[in-house]
């Protein structure tokens, strides 16, 4: 038996159709990302273009494009009506950039200073209010050490940590300082004075140390890595267990980490 299919009458509005499970929100991402990967194929286009390319009406088109308009993901020519990628998706683009350049260059930088010191060496990018570890390295010594690739770690209680929060524009690093943070051990930093007492020192020193700030029997020693511009982009580290990384022999880590740090700035375009 055949199915009837339903009658729609002359003049009748059209309703799209929307994938089954496929939540309209959702679908509206799936749609604005169609967008960007039209305009990135094609250079520029009209909405009547990109209506016929994802399968919608000219308005649900219209929409899209405006909303990203205003974030700045895409432009309009004024003349021609044509749309374009904006600067919006430079800036994010080149944010990953930054970030795959540093996992890029920083490797040989990581295993060098790993193989040299024999703990693990992490390199650590900001990530909103965290520190995040893109590259890692082990050491001899670090075989059995956990794996800290991947792991988002408090600015305030890791020495990689305390150098991206160093480096922070001042609004931003006040507004952190302002907030209760957590105390993970009886030797996390989390007072406002003190806290900001040691930022300060990282910016004069050049360096940032963690001793069981955020697990008991962890030390850590920081450095920061910079970008062709000069600005902080990033943190390099080495870190292994107290009865290793002892006051005595921390403060010639931390020379080691300082100079791995340059060289990896200097990878990065720093100084030239």
């Not at 994010?92 to 795959?100: C, F, H, I, S």
């Not at 075989?143 to 770690?153: H, I, K, P, S, Y």
């Amino acid at each position: 038996m055949t199915r009837k299919q339903p009658q729609v009458e002359p003049g009748a509005p059209v309703t799209e159709k929307q994938p089954r499970g496929t939540s309209g929100a959702v679908q509206s991402v799936d749609r604005a990302v169609s967008v960007l990967e039209s305009l990135a194929r094609h250079g520029e286009a009209g909405v009547t273009e990109i209506a016929d390319e994802l399968g919608v009406h000219k308005s649900t088109a219209f929409r899209l494009l405006g909303v990203l308009e205003n974030r700045g993901l895409v432009g309009q020519s004024k003349d021609r009506g044509k749309y374009y990628l904006g600067a919006g998706v430079l800036r994010l683009a080149g944010a990953a950039a930054v970030r795959l350049d540093i996992s890029q260059e920083g490797g040989p930088v990581c295993r060098e200073l790993a193989d040299e010191v024999g703990e693990t060496v992490n390199i650590a990018v900001l990530d909103e209010d965290m520190a995040v570890n893109i590259m890692q390295a082990r050491g001899a010594a670090s075989v059995t050490a956990q794996n800290w690739l991947g792991r988002r770690t408090p600015l305030h209680a890791t020495s990689s940590g305390k150098v991206l929060f160093a480096q922070l524009p001042p609004v931003l690093r006040e507004g952190l300082l302002a907030r209760t943070l957590p105390r993970f051990t009886a030797h996390t930093i989390t007072g406002t004075t003190a806290l900001r007492a040691e930022l300060e020192a990282v910016e004069d020193q050049g360096f940032a140390v963690a001793v069981e700030e955020l697990e008991l029997g962890l030390a850590a020693v920081a450095a920061p890595a910079r970008g062709h511009d000069g600005k902080v982009i990033g943190a390099i580290s080495v870190s292994g267990p107290v009865f290793r990384l002892t006051e005595e022999n921390l403060p010639a880590l931390a020379k080691r980490t300082v100079a791995a740090a340059a060289e990896l700035s200097r990878r990065m375009g720093h100084g030239f």
